[in-house]
């Protein structure tokens, strides 16, 4: 694609993408102002952009009852959730190997995520909270495990066989839901695990995962033989090679692929919805507040979606060079 020198076209270009970006960003924006309203001014006739702002929203969605030392808490809680993110963004920088850094990390947000029921009484919603980060995590683990060494395995032999499993991965994948549902509720009833987080993981990797293995042997095309065949020389056998000469090359395009298993396991909603009655993920939990008649659920639904979407706002950001490097990494070849 050539380069635009001129600068009306460049000019042109700029301005549709700013107005694009405005007009995307405006149901969030809007939605982000209604969290904030009372009830009066989010029903008000005429709609409001100047208002005084509460938190009363977000505090009967997370919390049961407010604790008489709340403001101790929440200030306690924003200066770990700062301490661990800054550990996240400045491991590079530290005398520690990043991967030690980016597992303290991790186990500092499993203890806080633990340690907030026990601070505070949490309404139900943090319960689906924690259900939607199980369901996704579980799934994106086991998606890309298995789907690595399938990626890898159908990028290294291209037989006949290989073209009939990615054939028969994409038929699998291009099935509506409502064709998974019936068997995987008659696999969650025969085993007794309806209404279980295993039934939602199983069931949303089977979904997914021809998804992540197309994408994941893209990457492992663009990787040379010839790198693993020079450490299987040096002694090594197949897996030492994938795993310590291919996995650290193909690291971006892992996380590109993790990143939109993300995103198809923490919005699903049909799936969630028919396999369980209670332990609920954030999409199903959101759908109380849109449906009902109540006109509460209209500011309660808008906390709701804003609260889920701020923790994938941050981890896109967050991984945004690594998503950008893997999908330039599976475009281009050599």
Sequence with gaps: MEKINNPLGRVFIHASLILFAIFSAIPFFWTTLQSFKTLKDANSRTPKIFFTPTWENYQELWLRSVPENGAAIAYFLLVAVVILVCLLLFAEYMVLPNSVVYTISGLGFVALLWMIPQLVDTAKFYDYFINTIIVTVGTIIVSITIGSLAGYSLARYTGFASVV????????????????????????????????????????????????????????????????ESAQVDGANRLTAFRKVIIPIMWPGIISTALFSLLLAYNEFLLVRLLTQTNWTLPVAISRFTGGEDPRHLTLAAAASVSATIPIMLVILFFQKNLVKGLAAGAVKG
């Design 165 to 228: 499993i990615l054939i028969a991965a994409l038929a699998f994948r291009a099935l509506p839901r409502l064709a998974f549902i019936l068997p995987y509720y008659w696999i969650g009833a025969a085993t007794n695990l309806l209404d279980t987080r295993f039934l939602v993981i199983l069931t949303l990797v089977a979904v997914n995962q021809p998804f992540t293995i197309w994408m994941l042997r893209s990457f492992f095309m663009e990787i040379p033989k010839e790198l693993e």
